[in-house]
């Protein structure tokens, strides 16, 4: 119940293309889901997050979609570049205490 | 970059062994948490400093401890190193408060062998 699933392991996209992350977790005790992003050797960097008392939030082309009913929440990655090769990291947290974090998606954006 | 730094980048030990990782947390930030991260995976949880206690601990056995400082910097010991160890642990920075940002250091790479 504490675990977070993450799909798809991998994503290719085409340059100017929109990834798309998918998480779904089961504990409902969950209230704040950000989502990190982690280039080779370097710690997770605090992309975007939402607490479930909205269904979507956007800054600048990266969007987070929420749907509290189905435990399931998203990661929209508009007009991708190559730069945002990198491997992507959903989490839940319950207040302070700890995250979870899925199990990684590693994009690719072709050139 | 975050204002969370690590030390060292890069660390390798022989089993048996054991090993000190170190932690500056963001300025203003109180609460230090430790992950480890195993290759190809997420980071897992494994414990939380917050007024220089222990404030939650995942599933980790007590070989691995830790300290807080008066200056909210951290550290991470591990006792008795195993082959498994090998993964880079990671310190995340936040304030004491709920649903708040952590900022992760850029971690440190420890190859038990």
């Known amino acids: 119940q504490q675990q977070v699933k993450q799909s798809p392991q991998s994503l290719i996209v085409q340059k100017g293309g929109i990834s798309i992350i998918n998480c779904a977790y089961e504990?409902?005790?969950?209230?704040?889901f950000p989502w990190y992003q982690q280039f080779p050797g370097k710690g997770p960097a605090l992309l975007i997050a939402?607490?479930?008392?909205?269904s979507e939030k956007k800054e600048g082309r990266f969007t987070i979609s929420f749907n509290k009913s189905a435990k399931q929440f998203s990661l929209h990655i508009m007009d991708s570049q190559p730069g945002d090769s990198a491997t992507y990291f959903c989490?839940?947290?319950?207040?302070?205490?700890?995250?979870?974090f899925g199990t990684g998606t590693r994009l690719k954006v072709l050139a | 970059e975050t204002g969370v730094t690590q030390s060292p980048t890069h660390l390798i030990k022989t089993r048996g062994q054991q090993v000190t990782l170190r932690c500056s947390s963001q300025?203003?930030?109180?609460?230090v948490s430790w992950y480890q991260q195993a290759l190809g995976q997420g980071p897992q949880f494994i414990f939380q400093?917050?007024?220089?206690?222990?404030?939650g601990r995942g599933n980790f056995p007590p070989r691995f401890s830790g300290l807080q400082f008066p200056n909210y910097s951290s550290e991470l010991n591990v006792n008795a190193l195993e082959l498994d160890d090998s993964a880079l642990y990671l310190c995340?920075?936040?304030?004491?408060?709920?649903?708040?940002?952590?900022?992760f250091g850029q971690g440190t790479r420890l190859t038990v062998v």
């Open positions: 995340a920075s936040s304030l004491f408060i709920r649903n708040t940002e952590a900022f």
């Open positions: 504990n409902t005790a969950f209230d704040y």
């Open positions: 939402i607490r479930p008392d909205v």
């Open positions: 989490a839940a947290s319950t207040g302070t205490y700890k995250y979870i």
């Open positions: 300025s203003g930030h109180n609460t």
């Open positions: 400093y917050y007024r220089e206690e222990e404030n």
